[in-house]
């Protein structure tokens, strides 16, 4: 009876261990086991070439980091700026910089060809103490080169924990040559919602000016706007320059401070619903006089508010054509503790246009109004803000 048992204990174990053998050389095993144990031929010939490059390759790689490769490969092969997949590294920095839990240097950035371009350095900050300024280009990070990078992890890489060093290369414009510089990484406030009064032509006019859509961001703007109100203005500027964009449930809710009902946009993708966001809740200022300034970097949520309310005749925009994103992304949790950052969708405005170009291309994006470009070479002045100013004040 104790040989019998102990023979079965003997077996289980040589089971076990072929079985963990083969479930990681899945070449191995004979078809008719293979076809029904391993998945269609397509995730065979996948792990078949993880499998070879793992056993065969003269140097050494672990299978964790060639599957790693497999899935960056697969997100690259798509061609879509947009989307990116996080090793399961990485996606633990983007949820701690998520969460706050990261530092920064201080500036906020929009893509462009060669790197990042600083469009803001914020006050007492590393990006500040260091001279980096507007128009500068942040093309590569410790070492890393970031032309061809997603934003995103591109942002990360400038990112990590409070008071380490991290090392820049960084030239201004397109033809300036490139410098080094070493920055101490710092908590920043950044502030989301900033805003002030003017008085033109014997008006008292408002502006406000939201950096981004983040979590909680349509009630600072809510905040700003009521005590504008307050204090009598006869208007108010929304300044969405250099904004990138953000939730899309806090663009539905800040547009819906202005508007009372209607459609704001409509979302469409081939594996979620269709789905269309309306104004919602008491607006705060569904009659004042606006006008919403925008530039060449006003994109994704930033596009969708500004298009509503063009399209919904409750604002004029002044500035310049904006960035024509009109795609959505989906984060998606992968089993190996990453992610896939990915487009899932489309955009549309209330007139049912898509700011986008074909697939995930830029598209035309929003036309202006009334047509105003700031000039790099003035640093005390503003002219899109103060176009935008005279045309607001000539509404009555």
Not at 27 to 46: A, I, Q, W
Not at 146 to 158: C, K, Y
């Amino acid at each position: 009876m104790i040989r019998r048992a102990l023979a079965s204990l003997v077996l289980c174990l040589i089971l076990l261990l072929a079985g963990i053998y083969l479930g990681g050389h899945p070449s191995g095993l004979p078809g008719f086991l293979r076809d029904p144990l391993v998945g269609d031929k397509d995730t065979r010939v996948v792990n078949e070439a993880i499998d070879q490059v793992h056993d065969t390759y003269y140097r050494e790689y672990g299978k964790d980091e060639l599957s790693n490769r497999a899935i960056s490969g697969i997100v690259a092969s798509l061609n879509d700026r947009f989307s990116n997949y996080f090793s399961p590294k990485d996606y633990t920095k983007f949820k701690m910089q998520q969460n706050g839990e990261f530092a920064g240097i201080g500036v906020q950035v929009t893509r462009s060809g060669a790197g990042l371009k600083i469009v803001k350095v914020y006050d007492n900050s590393p990006a500040k103490d260091a001279k980096l300024a507007e128009g500068d280009i942040i093309v590569s990070v410790a070492g890393k080169p970031l032309a061809g990078r997603d934003q995103d992890a591109s942002v990360a890489l400038i990112q990590g924990p409070l008071g380490t060093t991290v090392k820049l290369t960084v030239r201004h414009g397109a033809k300036g040559a490139p410098r080094e510089v070493a920055l101490t990484r710092s908590n920043i406030e950044v502030p989301v919602v900033a805003s002030s009064e003017k008085t033109v032509d014997g008006r008292k006019l408002g502006v406000i000016s939201l950096a981004q859509f983040s979590s909680g961001a349509h009630a600072e703007v809510g905040a700003a706007l009521r005590k504008q109100m307050k204090d009598g203005v006869k208007g108010v500027v929304f300044d969405l320059r250099n904004n990138p964009g953000g939730l899309v449930t806090e663009a539905q809710l800040v547009a819906s401070e202005f508007l009372k009902d209607g459609k704001i946009v409509t979302t469409k993708g081939r594996s979620v619903p269709t789905r269309t966001l309306s104004a919602t809740g008491d607006a705060i200022a569904p009659n004042l006089p606006m006008v919403v300034l925008v530039n060449r970097d006003s994109a994704s949520a930033a596009e969708i508010v500004a298009g509503a309310l063009q399209d919904r005749k409750r604002a004029e925009l002044v500035g310049t054509r904006t960035f024509g994103k009109g795609v959505f992304q989906e984060v998606i949790d992968l089993s190996n503790g990453g992610a896939l950052d990915i487009t899932a969708g489309q955009y549309f405005l209330p007139s049912g246009r898509n700011l986008g170009g074909k697939g995930t291309s830029t598209g035309s994006g929003l036309t202006p109004n009334v047509q105003a470009a700031d000039d790099p070479k003035t640093t005390r002045k503003d002219e899109g803000l103060d176009k935008a100013l005279d045309v607001l004040a000539a509404r009555r």
